[in-house]
C-alpha cells in the first residue's frame, strides 16, 4: 500500500535554529515529490518538486533533498514568517496524489 | 490572475440536505481535483478529472458525484449530506506533464448539522 509518513508532527523552534522535516514514503512508480506550504485558512501553496534521489533544490531558507526512501525540508535561519503546516505529496503511476498529514512549525522571535 | 477559485467559502447544512461546490480554474489545466482536509488524517481525494466530460473516483467518493461539464470547472455534490462529511474541501488542478505540481483553491469549510 502506497504511505506517506511525516515527521514530527509539530516542531517549535526558536528565530535563527535551523533544522529539517522529514517525509518517508513507500510507494511504487514514484513520478515526483512534491512540497507544498499551507498557512491557516489557506490552500496548500507549492514550493518544490523533486524528481529523482540525490536532486535537491533551494528556494530562500528552504532546501529540499530527496533519496529512494525519504525527503527532507531542511529550514535555515528561520523567521517566523515561515510558521505554517508544511506537506509533501508523492504522485505514483496514474494521476493520484497521496499526502502525508504535515508538519506544523512554529517559529518563536 | 485568480487560479483556483472556489465557491462558496463557507455552508452550515443540516442533515439530509443538498448541495454542490464549485470549482473554477482560469489556468487551463485539464486535470482537476476535489479533496477533503480533516485533522489528523492529510489531504485525502474524493474524485478528480483528467479532462472534459471525465471523471474518476479517488479514495474517498462515497456520498459524492461530480460533474465536468466545462473544462475550467469542476463541481463536487453532496446529495444527502451527513455529519460525516464535515470538513475542510479543496480543489486543486494541474497541467498534463509527468512532474507539474498541483494549484490548490483556499477550500470550503462545510459543516454538517
Known amino acids: 500500500e502506497d504511505q506517506v509518513t511525516q515527521s514530527p508532527e509539530a516542531l517549535r523552534l526558536q528565530e535563527g535554529e535551523s533544522s529539517s522535516l522529514n517525509c518517508s514514503y513507500t510507494?511504487?512508480?514514484?513520478?515526483?515529490l512534491f512540497w507544498y506550504r499551507q498557512d491557516p485558512g489557506k490552500g496548500p501553496e507549492f514550493l518544490f518538486t523533486l524528481y529523482s534521489a540525490g536532486e535537491e533544490k533551494e528556494k530562500e531558507r528552504l532546501k529540499a533533498t530527496l533519496t529512494k526512501k525519504e525527503s527532507f525540508l531542511h529550514i535555515t535561519a528561520p523567521k517566523p514568517e515561515d510558521s505554517a503546516t508544511y506537506l509533501c505529496?508523492?504522485?505514483?503511476?496514474?494521476?493520484?496524489?497521496?499526502f502525508g498529514t504535515g508538519t506544523s512549525l512554529t517559529v518563536i522571535p | 490572475n485568480a487560479g483556483v477559485t472556489q465557491t462558496p467559502k463557507f455552508r452550515v447544512l443540516k442533515t439530509g440536505q443538498s448541495m454542490t461546490l464549485l470549482c473554477a480554474q482560469d489556468?487551463?489545466?485539464?486535470?482537476m481535483y476535489w479533496y477533503r482536509q480533516d485533522p489528523g488524517m492529510g489531504l485525502r481525494l474524493i474524485h478528480y478529472?483528467?479532462?472534459?466530460?471525465?471523471?474518476a473516483k479517488g479514495e474517498v467518493p462515497d456520498g459524492y458525484n461530480v460533474s465536468r461539464l466545462k473544462k475550467q470547472n469542476f463541481l463536487l455534490g453532496l446529495e444527502s449530506a451527513a455529519p460525516s462529511q464535515t470538513s475542510v474541501y479543496f480543489c486543486?488542478?494541474?497541467?498534463?506533464?509527468?512532474?507539474?505540481?498541483?494549484?490548490f483553491g483556499d477550500g470550503t469549510r462545510l459543516s454538517i448539522l
Open positions: 505529496a508523492v504522485r505514483v503511476t496514474g494521476n493520484q496524489f497521496y
Open positions: 510507494v511504487s512508480g514514484l513520478r515526483g
Open positions: 478529472s483528467v479532462g472534459e466530460g471525465t471523471t
Open positions: 486543486a488542478s494541474r497541467q498534463t506533464q509527468t512532474y507539474q505540481p498541483q494549484h
Open positions: 489556468m487551463n489545466h485539464e486535470y
